[in-house]
């Protein structure tokens, strides 16, 4: 695929498809920082002192923030070495997880809402929406299945590859599973259905 300001330069000469772009992004920044903006509509008067939740919160968001942080430093690190070119990454958090990026960013999110859940009320609760819509995104629309796909159209065929992906949690750091060539199937060979 072109460079991202190449394919926005792409997407800028179809109207249609520049207005859908830009409400998608407005609407991620809305759901991913609603609780934040729920929290800060209250008034000074309002405020209340720190409590545990708020700690956990902010503890789950250091720790998402972190780990997205050093996988995204380790991915630019591992693309720009020319010795690279045309691998994947299974180095640093990437050997216990294939998606570590999205685990911190899933965390960090995770960790706003519970930070601000101490002083949601009623109908705040829905509030929920954003590491749910974040979960959801990543995991079922735009980051996790269009990279795996991507993943299997290149690399599918390898077996070391189908071995990391058979062992490498898609999603939490974790340690490798155990499994082997001879217990495992091709991601790109669909499943044989005999057919009466």
């Known amino acids: ?47 209340k002192p720190i409590n545990g939740v708020d700690v956990l919160g902010y503890i789950v968001w250091v720790v998402g923030f972190g780990i997205e942080v050093t996988a995204d430093n380790q991915k630019s690190n591992f693309a720009a070495n020319p010795n690279n070119k045309g691998k994947w990454i299974d180095e640093g958090l990437w050997y216990y997880s294939r998606h570590p ?3 911190g960013e899933m965390s960090l999110w995770l960790g706003q809402f519970i930070a601000a ?21 990543l995991m079922k629309i735009s980051g996790v299945p269009m990279l795996e ?27 490798k599973g155990k499994k082997t060539l001879e217990n495992i199937e091709s991601p790109l060979v ?7």
């Not at 109207?15 to 809305?30: E, H, K, L, N, S």
């Not at 990391?164 to 939490?172: E, F, G, R």
Request: glycine share 4%; charged share 10%; aromatic share 16%.
């Open 149 to 175: 796909s991507r993943g299997n159209e290149k690399w599918g065929s390898d077996p070391n590859y189908r071995l990391y992906m058979a062992n490498t949690h898609v999603l939490l750091i974790l340690p």
């Open 1 to 47: 695929p072109p460079p991202p300001l190449q394919r926005f330069d792409q997407i800028k000469i179809n109207p249609p498809r520049f207005f859908a772009v830009w409400t998608i992004q407005g609407a991620w920044v809305t759901l991913t920082a609603i609780s934040v903006f729920v929290v800060n509509s209250y008034g000074a008067t309002d405020d």
């Open 117 to 137: 859940s101490s002083t949601l009320q009623g109908a705040q609760w829905a509030c929920v929406i954003s590491p749910i819509f974040v979960f959801f995104l």
């Open 101 to 103: 990026n999205y685990f």
């Open 190 to 196: 669909p499943q044989q259905t005999s057919q009466v």
